[in-house]
């Protein structure tokens, strides 16, 4: 039985996840790595570390799926528990198909909420633990033509510092990532590729994971990546919701 500490990563098969899964091993955590893609069978080249690295390819939006992270888990209580796992959605709101938006909110409301639920638990039992969220800038706004998904982390985003407050009080900590729009495969998978967001630029998903790592091993509340973000946050404090709705319209509507 390993005395090494244990670190869960969700969303790990690219981007931010994939970052922050290496992070956790080359920091002598083991490390299990949980995707609904079969990518995530190919395990990261960790051959320098010392650490157990485990992938489990697991739909989170599901029940079965967050019973197989458990499974998974054996018995241990992660010492970090990341969970990064989200899905995006483009266009109009009344285009999307039904089984699109109920498969965002499954995925990054309550797979998020109910596997946090469980990994919380019992560090709550345990006295310790560190948990990351990633929520978004964009949780922050009002999202026309992204609408579910930008509801999506304004929920996770309200979600952190509550649980921070509970937690706390018995030694777990929880941390909020916020970035913006991020080198991933997100823009793909939510067919939002040809708005201004998609081809515009983009944060470098190793460099928010080192930050968000950082600012979870410091216990920090919430972490914004990079200056830009900071103020693109600042003026969403500032402006009222229409006039952030008729922007966000403006950056995230499909162009031919």
């Given at each position: 039985?390993?005395?090494?500490?244990?670190?869960?990563?969700?969303?790990?098969?690219t981007g931010i996840g994939r970052s922050l899964g290496e992070m956790?091993?080359?920091?002598?955590?083991?490390?299990?790595?949980?995707?609904?893609?079969?990518?995530?069978?190919?395990?990261?080249?960790?051959?320098?570390?010392?650490?157990?690295?485990?992938?489990?390819?697991?739909?989170?939006?599901?029940?079965?799926?967050?019973?197989?992270?458990?499974?998974?888990?054996?018995?241990?209580?992660?010492?970090?528990?990341?969970?990064?796992?989200?899905?995006?959605?483009?266009?109009?709101?009344?285009?999307?198909?039904?089984?699109?938006?109920?498969?965002?909110?499954?995925?990054?409301?309550?797979?998020?909420?109910?596997?946090?639920?469980?990994?919380?638990?019992?560090?709550?039992?345990?006295?310790?633990?560190?948990?990351?969220?990633?929520?978004?800038?964009?949780?922050?706004?009002?999202?026309?033509?992204?609408?579910?998904?930008?509801?999506?982390?304004?929920?996770?985003?309200?979600?952190?510092?509550?649980?921070?407050?509970?937690?706390?009080?018995?030694?777990?900590?929880?941390?909020?990532?916020?970035?913006?729009?991020?080198?991933?495969?997100?823009?793909?998978?939510?067919?939002?590729?040809?708005?201004?967001?998609?081809?515009?630029?983009?944060?470098?998903?190793?460099?928010?994971?080192?930050?968000?790592?950082?600012?979870?091993?410091?216990?920090?509340?919430?972490?914004?990546?990079?200056?830009h973000n900071k103020a693109a946050m600042t003026i969403f404090?500032?402006?009222?919701?229409?006039?952030?709705?008729?922007?966000?319209?403006?950056?995230?509507?499909?162009?031919?």
């Amino acid at each position: 039985m390993t005395d090494r500490q244990l670190a869960l990563i969700t969303g790990a098969s690219t981007g931010i996840g994939r970052s922050l899964g290496e992070m956790a091993a080359r920091d002598g955590y083991d490390v299990l790595l949980v995707s609904d893609e079969p990518v995530i069978e190919h395990p990261m080249d960790l051959t320098a570390t010392r650490v157990d690295v485990t992938t489990l390819c697991a739909d989170l939006s599901t029940s079965g799926g967050r019973d197989m992270v458990m499974q998974a888990l054996g018995g241990r209580v992660p010492a970090i528990c990341a969970a990064n796992a989200g899905r995006g959605l483009g266009n109009a709101f009344v285009d999307q198909s039904p089984k699109d938006i109920l498969g965002l909110l499954d995925i990054n409301v309550i797979g998020t909420t109910m596997l946090v639920h469980r990994i919380a638990g019992d560090m709550a039992r345990r006295g310790s633990g560190r948990i990351l969220l990633t929520g978004s800038i964009v949780g922050e706004a009002p999202g026309p033509y992204q609408a579910v998904y930008n509801a999506s982390k304004a929920y996770v985003n309200q979600l952190a510092p509550g649980l921070r407050d509970e937690l706390g009080r018995r030694g777990v900590s929880v941390t909020c990532l916020l970035p913006g729009a991020t080198r991933t495969r997100l823009f793909k998978r939510a067919r939002l590729e040809t708005s201004w967001l998609g081809r515009g630029p983009k944060s470098d998903p190793d460099k928010v994971a080192r930050l968000a790592w950082r600012a979870l091993l410091r216990g920090r509340a919430k972490i914004v990546p990079s200056l830009h973000n900071k103020a693109a946050m600042t003026i969403f404090s500032l402006l009222p919701d229409t006039l952030l709705a008729r922007l966000h319209r403006a950056l995230a509507r499909p162009r031919p």
